[in-house]
């Protein structure tokens, strides 16, 4: 991931991909949520459903780096669906059931 310094948090326009660096958590890649003028904070908002968004304070955020591209020579694997998680994990235990029978 490559990515833009953002020297003025309040700019930062919501749903903006960005690299955060926090004091506690290092680095994360995330959506951004600006709360900044009314709650002195980010919501931090993942691309994987299966994370719910948290907030974070201003005082936590290190640096914020704006994404602007993103270099591979692989093809990321698709993030499954909620729907098809359960269904997954309901087939598994299908499968195990069956082989205690």
Not at 1 to 10: A, F, R, S
Not at 30 to 59: F, G, V
Request: charged share 25%.
């Amino acid at each position: 991931i490559v990515g833009e310094y953002v020297e003025n948090l309040n700019e930062i326009k919501d749903g903006t991909a960005c690299i955060v660096i926090t004091l506690d958590d290092g680095v994360v890649f995330k959506l951004i949520t600006n709360q900044i003028k009314k709650e002195k904070s980010i919501l931090l908002s993942s691309l994987n459903a299966l994370y719910e968004p948290y907030e974070l304070t201003i005082n936590k955020v290190k640096e914020v780096w704006k994404f602007t591209h993103f270099i591979s020579s692989q093809i990321p694997e698709p993030v499954m669906s909620n729907e098809t998680l359960v269904s997954t994990v309901l087939k598994l235990k299908r499968e195990v059931s069956n082989l205690r029978k």
